[in-house]
């Protein structure tokens, strides 16, 4: 509990004390000598009313002066005044410490979902360890170049993305992830900053400077994940911009209209404005519905999902479809070689010439033709090289015209080729314009990707989309396999954000596209779609940057928990506001027509905004 929470949690405990007191000794006679002349009682009463109450009228007094008349504030310091103008002090007392019970209430749950939050500010280092003469020294981690030598000692956090260089360890994820396996680092392995070190001491070669690092970049992302509001906040918003201003002229229209056209009766009705004020103080909608958004987002940071706002919490529970970049997101992207088929040369010498082909290429198929061949390649063989987009490449060795890539780029250079119909992508060759031979790539399927598929299914998504540069055998042969609804193969990087756009324009109203990525040529498509899924762990900086939704360790099996976050936080929204309204109205009725007292008026709103609010708290143990 923070200082101001205790600070009320004691006038609340001291004004309960003086008005149950008073109240007592009113109820049983003990204060019928006081009640002459009138202002004694004032007085008496005035204590805890001033104790309780001093700080809602000077907000009030202060937002009047600043032209903001309308809010909780005025409601309560206008109705707690008519209460005291009617003689009715007991209700006035009662009405502002049920109010204050409320907002001490509230401010602890808010307090408490944005905790779940802010527990991922924790994983901001707070120096970095930098060799100098054989001795240690601590720095600010944002004087750490890259390229820099950092070494990380047993239970340190990692202040900064790099490859370990020395030493072997594991590392603490769980702030990032929300995984409480650790992870083992050794040699030639990437770290990501925010994690905890273990038991190993570590020494790391910089990657990134501290505000392109991985934990820079979170914080940055949970600082403004609470300005982008979701329609229903927008909604509750402008409703109360609206409401409140039309209750308060009604108050006061109940308070003069009825006597006038009646004749007499003033004290009554101004009893009952009063009543009319203090029952329609919006609280409960103005606070539950972001609490249950916070509650939403809280939760699935705490499972290692972060999602950059209200907003797109909202639209993930409206996803119907979800559309898959197959490379690095249902497949692990760790190509092997799986297959040489030679025409014209020997298996030695195609794979030989794949290599030297694609030596200047840093794709991971280049890389694994290269580790297949696993010598060391003389670029000085290789004279010219060339990309042909989305066809593969021409090079020149040993003045050997080369041509490597898909069956586009045979197709196009009219050469005759034998179909490879083996599993995965296929490398066809081709030298001074004859067909040489083909090598077939694999790429493993990442674990839990199936039953990834299968949960989302069953949280209510519609279709599962793959799109892929790949052929179409190897695509439908993946598609296959994880039961995958529709797929789209042989796409150039450009053509994906053309096939996302049509399954936009045929999405019903009230249904959502996601697309699910982690390249730096998925971040158009990641833009494009209504929700942006990135891989926060493995994924490029671009991609995390135009995503929505970032998989913090790249599990998509996250993706359909926070469906169900998503779901169960919008049905909780949506339920406080159909309460709240519902019960407001009906007691504003009844005050209207003197069916209502003081007390039922606090419970219409310190009770509806209690309940909401615990209702609201449930997002924040969704599963």
């Given amino acids: 509990m923070t200082k101001k929470q205790k600070k009320i949690l004691t006038r609340i405990i001291v004004t309960s004390i003086l008005f149950f007191a008073l109240l007592i000794s009113e109820k049983s006679g003990l204060l019928k000598n006081l009640e ?5 009682l004032f007085l008496v009463y005035l204590v805890p009313y001033l104790i309780i109450g001093y700080d809602v009228i000077k907000k ?22 008519g209460a005291f103008g009617v003689g009715e002090y007991s209700e006035g007392v009662a009405v502002m410490l049920f109010y204050q019970v409320g907002e001490l209430f509230q401010s602890y749950a808010v307090g408490k979902s944005r905790q779940s939050i802010s527990d991922m500010m924790d994983i901001c280092p707070e120096y970095a360890n930098i060799e100098v003469d054989g001795e240690l020294r601590e720095v600010d981690p944002d004087e750490v170049k890259v390229g820099s030598v950092i070494v990380v000692k047993p239970g340190e956090r990692i202040p900064l993305d790099g490859v370990v260089l020395e030493g072997e360890s594991l590392i603490d994820t769980a702030a990032l992830t929300g995984e409480s396996v650790p992870r083992s680092a050794k040699a030639g392995d990437d770290i990501i900053s925010g994690c905890v070190n273990g038991s190993g001491t570590l020494k790391v070669r910089t990657t990134k400077e501290f505000d392109d690092s991985t934990v820079a970049k979170i914080l940055e992302l949970v600082e403004n994940a609470s300005s982008k509001k ?9 409703f109360a911009k609206y409401y409140t201003p039309v209750v308060t002229i009604a108050a006061v229209l109940l308070a003069i209209v009825p006597p006038i056209l009646l004749g007499g009766g003033w004290m009554t009705w101004i009893q009952r404005a009063c009543i009319f004020l203090v029952i329609s103080c919006p609280c409960a909608l103005v606070i539950s519905v972001p609490l249950g958004f916070f509650g939403g987002i809280g939760a699935a940071s705490k499972i290692g999902v ?32 799986a297959g ?43 004279t010219e090289a060339s990309e042909v987009a989305g066809h593969g490449i021409h090079v020149t060795v040993d003045g050997k015209d080369l041509l490597l890539g ?56 519609k279709k ?81 940057e135009a995503a929505d939704v970032v998989l913090m360790d790249d599990d998509i099996r996250k993706i359909a928990a926070v469906v169900r976050i998503s779901r169960k936080t919008l049905k909780i929204v949506k339920q406080n506001i159909v309460f709240a309204l519902a019960i407001k109205a009906i007691v504003l009725l009844m005050g209207a027509v003197g069916m209502a007292n003081m007390w039922e008026a606090v419970f219409a709103d310190v009770g509806v905004s209690v309940i909401a609010i615990l209702n609201s708290m449930r997002a924040l143990k969704a599963r």
């Avoid at 002459?36 to 004694?40: D, H, L, Q, R, T």
């Avoid at 999602?307 to 760790?334: C, H, Q, R, Y």
């Avoid at 196009?412 to 083996?422: A, G, K, L, P, R």
């Fill in 230 to 238: 979701a329609k229903v906040e927008n909604f509750i918003t402008r």
């Fill in 340 to 382: 040489i088929y030679p025409v014209t040369m020997t298996e030695e010498e195609l794979l030989e010439t794949a290599a030297y082909g694609e030596g200047y290429s840093n794709h991971p198929i280049a890389g694994s033709i290269k580790e297949a061949y696993a010598k060391s390649i003389d670029m000085n063989r290789v």
């Fill in 306 to 337: 972060l999602v950059k706002g209200s907003n797109f919490l909202e639209a993930v529970s409206e996803m119907t479809t979800i559309v898959f970049d197959k490379t690095g997101t249902l497949t692990k992207g760790e190509f092997k070689v």
């Fill in 464 to 544: 599962c989309v793959m799109l892929t540069g790949d052929r179409t055998e190897a695509a439908n042969a993946v598609a296959k396999e994880l039961g995958i609804d529709e797929v789209h193969a042989e796409l150039l990087p450009g053509d994906k954000v053309s096939e996302v756009e049509k399954i936009l324009d045929a999405e019903a109203v009230k249904e959502k596209t996601a697309f699910v990525g982690d390249g730096i040529n998925d971040a158009p498509v990641l833009t494009r779609a209504d929700i942006g899924i990135a891989m926060g762990s493995m994924g490029s900086d671009a991609a995390i």
């Fill in 60 to 81: 009030a007094a202060i937002n009047i002066s600043h032209g903001q008349v309308f809010d909780e504030n005025f409601l309560m310091m206008i109705a707690t005044f």
């Fill in 406 to 461: 898909n069956e586009k780029l045979m197709k196009s250079q009219n050469i005759s080729y034998d179909v490879c119909n083996q599993m995965g992508t296929i490398i066809y060759v081709a030298a001074d314009g004859t067909f040489a031979g083909a090598i077939a790539i694999s790429d493993t399927i990442k674990q839990g990707a199936k039953e990834a598929i299968a949960d989302m299914k069953v949280s209510g998504v």
């Fill in 36 to 40: 002459e002349p009138w202002y004694i």
